[in-house]
C-alpha cells in the first residue's frame, strides 16, 4: 500500500466504524408475531413489514403519494379493473441460516402472497388462526377478482369492480410480499408456524432473534436492492414502561425511544444530549363501545357515554396538552372531515336524562380494557381509565377497570369480549377510507378490526360507494355523511389526535417520525 493510499485508509477507517454501530431502538410492546398478515397492530407493523418487508408500492408521507417499491412501474385500465405490476429485476429475497434463496423476487411471490390471503382453498389460507384481518376489513376477497403471473416479472391484478383506494390500500403492511419458494419448504416439512417466528422477506434488514418482553434482533441487508441500512445493526429493545424507556435513553443504552410520555417529552427538549423529533399523527385515541352487548347497544346509552365524559380534563392530564380533542374518526386536516358536526360537549345533566330515557335511570355496570403500558395514542393508560370510571360514576355507571396485556387485548378484543374499550387507530396514507373501512364496515365486524362492532347497511354503503367512486368531490359528500351517521350514533368516544414523538440521542441522524406509526431505519445512522 502506498503512502497516499495509507492516508486515505486512516481518513476512511473512523467514518466506517461509525457506520458500523448498532442502534437500538427502545419499543413500548411485543409483537404478536412476524407473519404480518395475521395481525393488525402498530408494534408488529413496526417489528416485521416496516424493516422486514417490501410492498409492490409505497406511500412516500413526504410528497403524499404512492411511489414504486418492488414494482418499478405500473399501469391501470382506463375502466380501473385492472392493474399490471413489473417488478424490479434482481431483488434477492433474505438469506438466513435457516433458508437460502435459489432464485430472485418474481411473479410467483406476489401471486402467493395473495392467494394465501383470498383464496380459501389454498394450501396455506388456513395457517393463520385468526384469519387476515387487514385483507378482510378492506374487502380484498369481494374485490379482487383474480391475481395472475403474466410472465416472470409481470403480475396483473384483476377487480371485479373499481376502487380508488386500492394502490394506496397496497401501501399498508399486510399486502407485504412473501417468498412462495420459502413458504413451499415450510410447506413440505410441515412446519408452517416457522413463517411467523423466522420471517423472511426483501427488507432492509434480516431477522436474527426475538425474546419475548426482551428484544428483537436484526442484521442490516447487505445485498438490499434499495439503499443499504448504515447500521451496523438493528435491536428493538423492549421497554413497556415509558419512563423507563426514557431512563434507558439517558442512560446510553437506547439512542431512540418510541412513544414517550408527554411529561418526558419536555424534560428531552431541555437536555442537550437529546432531540425530540415529532409530526402531527394521522391517528385518533378513543373508546370503542361494543355495540353488540347491552345496554352498549342503546344509541342513547352511547350518546350519555359520550356527554358525561370531562374531555378537557383527559387531555391535560393524560396528553399534558400534546394532542388536540377528536370528535370524529380521523384529524380535521383530512380532506372530507366533517367540520359542520357538533361534538358532544361535557354535559353529565342531559348524559342522565338520555340515560334514563334508554331505561337506564339508575346506571349500570360495565367494564373497561385498558393496556398495560402507554403509546403514543395512550400516553397513561391507568390514569385515562380512571378518569373514565370517576366521570361515568357521577352519572350512575359503575365502571370495572380491566388492564390486559397488549397481545392479549388485541385478540379478545378482535373476538368482540369487550364492553367499553381504550383503542386508537392510525391510518396509513392519508385516505379517510383507511379509518372508515377497518373500523365501521361490516366486513371489518367479521375480520375484527371493527371494534365498535357495528354493521349497518346504510353506512356500510356510503363506505363502499365512497371507495368505489373515483370522483373526488363525490368521495367526499359519501365521507360526510358517514362521519354523520357514525357520530349520530355515537359508535366511539372519540378522544385524542396526538402528535407523534420519539425521542433521540443528539447522534442518530436520517430518522424521522412518521404521521402514520410506520418506522423506517433504512437511512439512519449514528454520528
Known amino acids: 500500500m502506498n503512502k497516499q493510499m495509507m492516508l486515505l485508509a486512516l481518513c476512511l477507517a473512523p467514518t466506517l466504524a461509525l457506520a458500523a454501530r ?11 408475531g412476524f407473519d404480518v398478515v395475521q395481525y393488525n397492530s402498530l408494534v408488529t407493523t413496526n417489528a416485521s413489514a416496516d424493516v422486514l418487508m417490501n410492498r409492490l408500492v409505497e406511500y412516500d408521507a413526504i410528497g403524499r403519494k404512492v411511489v414504486p417499491g418492488l414494482a418499478a412501474s405500473w399501469q391501470v385500465s382506463d375502466d380501473g379493473l385492472s392493474y399490471t405490476f413489473k417488478l424490479r429485476p434482481n431483488v434477492a429475497f433474505h438469506a438466513t441460516d435457516y433458508f437460502k434463496p435459489g432464485r430472485k423476487l418474481n411473479a410467483d411471490d406476489v401471486v402467493f402472497t395473495f392467494e394465501r390471503m383470498l383464496n380459501p382453498g389454498h394450501a396455506w389460507y388456513k395457517t393463520a388462526p385468526n384469519g387476515y384481518p387487514h385483507a378482510q376489513a ?28 386500492f394502490l394506496s390500500s397496497l401501501t399498508m403492511g399486510f399486502a407485504s410480499i412473501y417468498s412462495a419458494e420459502y413458504a413451499g419448504q415450510l410447506l413440505a416439512a410441515g412446519r408452517q408456524a416457522d413463517l411467523n417466528s423466522k420471517p423472511i422477506g426483501t427488507g432492509p434488514f434480516v431477522f436474527r432473534g426475538f425474546q419475548k418482553d426482551a428484544v428483537v434482533r436484526y442484521a442490516p441487508n447487505a445485498g438490499y436492492w434499495g439503499a443499504k441500512p448504515r447500521v451496523g445493526a438493528l435491536i428493538y429493545a423492549i421497554t413497556p414502561d415509558a419512563a423507563v424507556r426514557a431512563q434507558k435513553l439517558r442512560a446510553g443504552e437506547c439512542q431512540l425511544a418510541l412513544s414517550p410520555k408527554p411529561q418526558d417529552v419536555q424534560t428531552a427538549k431541555a437536555d442537550p444530549k ?32 359520550n356527554l358525561a365524559f370531562d374531555k378537557n380534563s383527559y387531555l391535560k392530564t393524560v396528553f399534558d396538552n400534546t394532542a388536540i380533542a377528536a370528535d370524529l374518526p380521523y384529524p380535521p386536516n383530512t380532506w372530507s372531515y366533517n367540520k359542520g358536526e357538533k361534538p358532544y360537549a361535557y354535559d353529565p345533566a342531559r348524559a342522565k336524562k338520555l340515560l334514563a330515557q334508554a331505561g337506564y335511570p339508575d346506571g349500570f355496570e360495565t367494564t373497561v380494557w385498558v393496556r398495560p403500558s402507554g403509546s403514543t395514542l395512550n400516553p397513561n393508560p391507568k390514569a385515562g381509565a380512571e378518569l373514565l370510571q370517576s366521570d361515568l360514576a357521577k352519572i350512575g355507571v359503575k365502571v370495572q377497570i380491566k388492564v390486559i396485556e397488549w397481545g392479549e387485548l388485541i385478540k379478545r378484543a378482535k373476538a368482540g369480549e369487550h364492553e367499553l374499550l381504550f ?44 371507495k368505489k367512486s373515483s370522483d373526488f368531490a363525490q368521495r367526499a359528500k359519501l365521507y360526510l355523511a358517514a362521519q354523520k351517521l357514525i357520530q349520530e350514533q355515537a359508535l366511539w368516544l372519540p378522544l385524542a389526535h396526538p402528535t407523534a414523538y420519539a425521542l433521540a440521542s443528539k447522534s442518530l441522524s436520517g430518522y424521522a417520525v412518521s404521521p402514520f406509526g410506520r418506522v423506517d431505519f433504512g437511512r439512519a445512522h449514528l454520528n
Open 138 to 165: 378492506m374487502q380484498f376477497p369481494k374485490l379482487i377478482k383474480a391475481v395472475q403471473k403474466v410472465d416472470a416479472s409481470t403480475v396483473r391484478f384483476e377487480l371485479n369492480y373499481p376502487e380508488a383506494t
Open 22 to 32: 448498532p442502534l437500538t431502538v427502545c419499543t413500548d410492546a411485543n409483537p404478536e
Open 274 to 305: 437529546l432531540q425530540v423529533l415529532q409530526t402531527p399523527a394521522f391517528m385518533t385515541a378513543f373508546v370503542a363501545f361494543n355495540s353488540q352487548k347491552k345496554p352498549l347497544n342503546s344509541p342513547l346509552v352511547r350518546q350519555a357515554l
Open 423 to 466: 383503542m386508537g387507530w392510525a391510518g396509513d396514507n392519508g385516505d379517510p377510507d383507511n379509518f372508515l373501512t377497518p373500523q365501521f364496515s361490516c366486513s371489518a365486524v367479521q375480520s375484527g378490526t371493527n371494534f365498535a362492532r357495528y354493521c349497518d347497511a346504510k353506512l356500510d354503503k356510503l363506505i363502499s360507494d365512497g
